[in-house]
């Protein structure tokens, strides 16, 4: 057998002779290998955009230092459908913009156009906690899948099988409450489609326990985890002042320190009475995102529950306690009243034919979303349509800041930012 | 070890802080005529700037003096067949004493074009980029203006008014494909007995293929 011998230079040793050699300093003959730096093209379709998000990246061997997000590809006009239709009919569309939490949406729509037309603060109060107990869920829900995803693109496959057991759940309470699981279009101006069906307070309590046995477990997989630690610790590190600077709202903003929580800065529904907290990082990194929307899901379920004791009516609603406005020209009357009753008639035609009259005037709303703050701005001028609906998409806004957090990092590290962004296309992209 | 902490909402501001109301007022103090009367509607104050080319300068001095450090949304109206024919809508919010307020400025159709406010907010890049893909209004001096949700090239600027909802026909980037995609067009047609599955399966197979 031919043997060789391999000569190891150690660091001291390849100093050494440098010295001899005469001042060239160790790392020259590495300097040949940077060549051209290599443009590399991530998406649309990867698994770890959670949709179509393309990212242009250019790579100083595995360093990133240019990142150009590229954002567009579900683009489907919903601002430019909205002007065309009634406000009721444009509710299908909201389900579709954070698709993890249509509920949330709904509810942030509806608010926006009611307080349009100043009847926000005419909502019963069944509605109110009904409306805050369908967004926690959402919540939960979509922080389930956030951060079962993220752990799932850095390797921990487990996590994903452990919160998707829980978001059946929460799908399941969704299908008997809306009839649907995912396209839920739940709420309408002036209230709910329906009241909850019996023994669906109890199904959320029950789903309440169960789903914090989840959450440590799944913390326990992940928060001390070595691996998931190494990944997500000082990656995507974002300073409290840019995170304001780049518009950043919900767990994305409250990771980096600042504790903006709109539920808690401009309190909508009954969120002023309920008793939470809002978790907020200290870092900025991936790992404080992260710790920050656990918190948060075990927050919701203490909402939650203080919302199922209070509820007006009971849970099985005996109390027969209103979940809509009392105004015949926002909301559809009773089906046997329109058949009997010629006012009734009237305003049913009048809602179905040509939407429920919203002043003239403008308005923004933004609700807190799991997501970050989905806002809703109206311009109208009267009628059943808006002139002019924006949304303010948080995904959208999240991931502008992308071209600031991704150079420097290593080409690894973009799945986990992007990981602990927690963005949606549909939303973005509206 | 503390990583994060449960905070309660009470910030220890000083108290009272300036209502949107008064803090329109400052702005009016600074810029006199320059900013309108505030109108206040649903609890939400609205100011105009009436010389577009000056928001930068409003939007600046609102971000550093009033305290106005998040844009939370930029918005575009195209108020069609009237003069001036945009309106750009600016959504301020302030984290630190938690209040909202509106600024609004009108841009003629022919210059369709007023300073970019991504120096003051970072955020506004993408938000003016957005406005500027949908309605075509130019925000001068932005770094980057590129078209954000339509593609490169697109030529119209869907959000006008004078744009039809179904869309007009477009000529796509052929960049993407050199042929149709297996399940475009028609009719399509299931092999039996093709040689593998995917000869066997249902695509679209015209009489020459």
């Given at each position: ?311 007006p009516g009971g849970p099985d609603n005996a109390g027969k306690e209103p979940v809509n406005v009392a105004d015949g020209k926002v909301v559809l009357p009773p089906k046997n009243k329109v058949l009997t009753s010629m006012e009734e008639l009237i305003h049913q035609f009048m809602i179905v034919t040509q939407g429920v009259n919203a002043p003239p005037g403008e308005v923004y709303f933004g609700a ?63 | ?79 069609y067949g009237e003069d001036p024919r945009w309106t750009v809508v600016y959504e301020l919010s302030g984290i630190g004493h938690g209040r909202h307020l509106r600024l609004k400025t009108h841009v003629g159709e022919e210059r369709s074009q007023l300073p970019t406010v991504s120096g003051v907010w970072r955020t506004a890049d993408w938000h003016e980029r957005e406005a500027y893909d949908m309605m ?74």
């Amino acid at each position: 057998m031919a043997s060789q011998t391999i000569e190891f230079k150690d660091s001291a040793a390849r100093a050494a002779q440098a010295a001899q050699t005469g001042g060239a300093s160790p790392g020259d003959d590495l300097l040949d290998l940077h060549g051209d730096k290599l443009v590399l093209n991530m998406g649309p379709s990867h698994p770890s955009t959670h949709g179509v998000l393309r990212i242009v990246i250019e790579l100083d061997g595995e360093t990133i230092t240019k990142a150009t997000p590229d954002v567009g590809y579900l683009h489907r006009g919903d601002e430019k459908i909205a002007e065309n239709m009634t406000y009721n009919q444009f509710v299908p569309y909201t389900d579709r913009l954070d698709y993890l939490a249509p509920l949330a949406n709904n509810v942030a729509y509806a608010l926006a156009v009611e307080k349009l037309m100043g009847i926000d603060t005419q909502l019963p109060p069944r509605c109110q906690y009904l409306r805050v107990v369908c967004c926690e869920l959402a919540r939960i829900s979509a922080h389930l899948l956030g951060l079962g995803a993220f752990a799932m693109d850095i390797g921990a496959l487990t996590v994903f099988l452990h919160t998707f057991t829980e978001r059946e759940k929460i799908y399941n309470l969704c299908e008997s409450l809306t009839g649907a699981r995912l396209t839920t279009s739940y709420t309408r101006i002036g209230g709910m489609t329906r009241d909850c069906p019996p023994g669906w307070v109890a199904a959320v309590r029950k789903f309440l326990d169960e789903v914090v046995v989840n959450f440590d477990e799944s913390e326990t997989l992940l928060t001390r985890n070595r691996i998931f630690v190494d990944r997500t610790r000082d990656v995507g590190v974002i300073s409290r002042e840019m995170a304001i600077d780049y518009g950043l709202t919900g767990p994305n903003l409250r990771g980096s320190g600042v504790d903006y929580d709109v539920r808690k800065a401009h309190p909508y529904l009954v969120y002023k009475d309920l008793d939470f907290d809002i978790p907020v990082g200290s870092v900025g990194d991936s790992y404080d995102r992260y710790l920050v929307r656990m918190e948060e899901m075990r927050q919701s379920v203490r909402i939650i529950r203080q919302c199922l004791d209070r509820m007006p009516g009971g849970p099985d609603n005996a109390g027969k306690e209103p979940v809509n406005v009392a105004d015949g020209k926002v909301v559809l009357p009773p089906k046997n009243k329109v058949l009997t009753s010629m006012e009734e008639l009237i305003h049913q035609f009048m809602i179905v034919t040509q939407g429920v009259n919203a002043p003239p005037g403008e308005v923004y709303f933004g609700a807190e979303n799991p997501k970050g703050e989905l806002g809703f701005y109206i311009n109208s001028r009267g009628g059943g349509t808006p002139y002019r609906l924006k949304i303010r998409a948080p995904s959208f806004v999240n991931l502008g800041i992308l071209p600031a957090v991704l150079p420097g990092h290593l080409m690894s590290d973009v799945v986990s930012i992007l990981g602990s962004f927690d963005f949606v296309m549909g939303e973005c992209d509206r | 070890m503390a990583r994060f902490s449960t905070a309660t909402p009470e910030r220890s501001r000083p108290l009272p802080v300036p209502t949107s109301l008064e803090l329109a007022g400052q702005l009016r103090e600074k810029f006199g005529d320059l900013i309108s009367e505030p109108l206040e509607f649903r609890g939400e104050v609205t100011v105009t700037v009436s010389d577009a080319e000056r928001i930068a300068e409003v939007c600046g001095h609102a971000k550093t003096a009033l305290g106005f450090d998040l844009l939370l949304d930029l918005s575009s109206i195209d108020n069609y067949g009237e003069d001036p024919r945009w309106t750009v809508v600016y959504e301020l919010s302030g984290i630190g004493h938690g209040r909202h307020l509106r600024l609004k400025t009108h841009v003629g159709e022919e210059r369709s074009q007023l300073p970019t406010v991504s120096g003051v907010w970072r955020t506004a890049d993408w938000h003016e980029r957005e406005a500027y893909d949908m309605m075509g209004i130019v925000f001068a001096g932005h770094p980057d203006l590129r078209r954000i949700l339509m593609w490169e090239g697109y030529p119209y600027f869907p959000l006008r008014k004078d744009f039809p909802l179904a869309g007009k026909p477009t000529v796509l980037p052929d960049t993407a494909f050199t042929q149709p995609a297996p399940l475009e067009g028609g009719p399509f047609v299931t092999l039996p007995g093709g040689k593998d599955s995917a000869a066997r399966e249902p695509r679209v197979r015209t009489p020459e293929a």
